[in-house]
């Protein structure tokens, strides 16, 4: 039998549509394509029609008696929130670094004296299977409690083989087996281990000989991401990463200029990444770079919000004609936060992005940084039916009354599973 859902009465309903072939730039930022009391008629999981509830009610009325309906009067409807950059198979907390760093430590300072990612490396490897999956499937509850139907998920903590591949298992059974899609990304460059800090060479070789070919051939990752940064992997490691797993038909991505200038955006564009994500060091020719081979940018204001450090310039990106979209990077290092709607707010107040920009940032255009845009990331006829229904009157609300979560309802291939702020 057809599942049949309604939603209508929406004070505002955000469709973001118009952007599946290509990612919005510059002032398509701003349309967000708002339906003032907007309704949405669903089937089996897929969008048939949305326009005002006074058409879609009376042009469904007969099927009424059928429908599931969710009266969405005095709420804001978006498509449900994409998170295109995180970390979020690992295991423990790094707290005491936190304290570290707010007595005056960097985060490099740490990490080269054997912590940051290192010790979260240590603690992903002595986790089970078991414990990594419970871990992560708790993250993953979160990110749907605040909207978010589709996220990135890196490896990156296992940094060998063994546990690379644990790391991505356990992404991929989280993908079959929670509501939340989870695409993967294999980011065995995301450290050199401790133990070959002497001779990094061997394990460039170790992820593009051994590594690379293994996550490859179990089809385990869409996506290769390097860390390109002073004292960890050079443009030109970074490079032969990236080339390696083209080869093996792994998309590339970087963490790029994050902590300092290092030419990563301009290596993007160079190696035709997907996406350079961070940028908040991005020298002007990197952002031209990216805007002529059509790089998106993936920024992370709640890494810079943490680290205390200046946040990327947006504006000159989306000026610039780069697609910028929005995450959190959720990890237990720079960004321990699972809210996107808390980046959005960072978005507004200290990147300088508009609300409508933010949200265009969270939806259509993360969903191209991670290749799913055919399918969701927007309201139209033929997607899959990812919503998200905020208890605020306007979208204005939503990045004006910060730290809060405002979700009321999530519903991800046309069924609800958070209603009332709650998991059901
Ligand atoms: O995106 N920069 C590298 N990776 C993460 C942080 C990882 C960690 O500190 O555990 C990032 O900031
Ligand atoms: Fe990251």
């Given at each position: 039998m057809t599942a049949r859902l309604l939603i209508k009465n929406a004070a505002q309903l955000i469709t973001v549509s118009g952007y599946s072939d290509r990612p919005a730039i510059k002032e398509e930022m701003s349309q967000i394509g708002l339906i003032e009391n907007g309704a949405m008629y669903i089937e089996d999981g897929i969008i048939v029609e949305v326009g005002t509830s006074t058409r879609i009610v009376e042009k469904y009325k007969e099927l009424t008696a059928q429908t599931e309906q969710i009266d969405a009067t005095g709420k804001v409807v978006t498509p449900g929130l994409i998170d295109p950059h995180t970390h979020l198979v690992h295991a423990g907390t790094r707290e005491n670094e936190y304290a570290m760093r707010l007595q005056g430590k960097s985060y490099m300072e740490i990490m080269e004296a054997g912590g940051g990612i290192h010790a979260t490396t240590r603690a992903t490897q002595k986790a089970s299977y078991e414990e990594l999956f419970e871990q992560s499937r708790k993250r993953l509850d979160q990110f749907l409690l605040h909207g978010v139907t589709t996220v990135e998920a890196k490896s990156g903590y296992g940094l060998t083989l063994e546990h690379e591949i644990k790391q991505l298992e356990v992404a991929k059974q989280l993908h079959e087996s929670h509501p939340v899609d989870v695409i993967s990304t294999f980011m065995g460059a995301h450290a050199i281990p401790l133990s070959e800090k002497s001779n990094p060479e061997t394990f460039v070789s170790k992820v593009i000989s051994e590594m690379i070919p293994e996550v490859a051939n179990r089809k385990l990752a869409t996506f290769n991401d390097v860390f390109c940064e002073h004292g960890v992997f050079t443009p030109d490691q970074s490079k032969r990463i990236l080339e390696a797993g083209k080869e093996y038909g792994l998309i590339p991505k970087i963490h790029a200029d994050e902590i300092e200038p290092y030419s990563g955006a301009e290596l993007a564009a160079e190696v035709g990444a997907i996406s350079a994500d961070h940028l908040l060091r991005a020298s002007d020719q990197g952002i031209k770079d990216m805007a002529d081979a059509g790089v998106m940018g993936v920024l992370l204001p709640g890494t810079a919000f943490f680290l205390m450090a200046d946040f990327a310039q947006s504006r000159k990106m989306i000026e610039a004609g780069v697609g910028v979209a929005l995450s959190t990077d959720a990890n237990p290092g720079s960004s321990p936060t699972l809210s996107l709607p808390f980046i959005m707010n960072l978005g507004c107040l200290k990147m300088g992005m508009t609300p409508e920009e933010v949200l265009t940032a969270t939806t259509i255009n993360a969903a191209h940084a991670i290749g799913c845009a055919d399918a969701t990331g927007s309201l139209e006829a033929?997607?899959?039916?990812?919503i998200t229904i905020f208890d605020v009157p306007n979208y204005l609300t939503l990045s004006y009354q910060y730290g809060m979560n405002h979700v009321d309802t999530v519903i991800k291939g046309g069924v609800p599973l958070v209603v009332g702020g709650h998991l059901l």
């Open positions: 033929g997607k899959k039916a990812d």
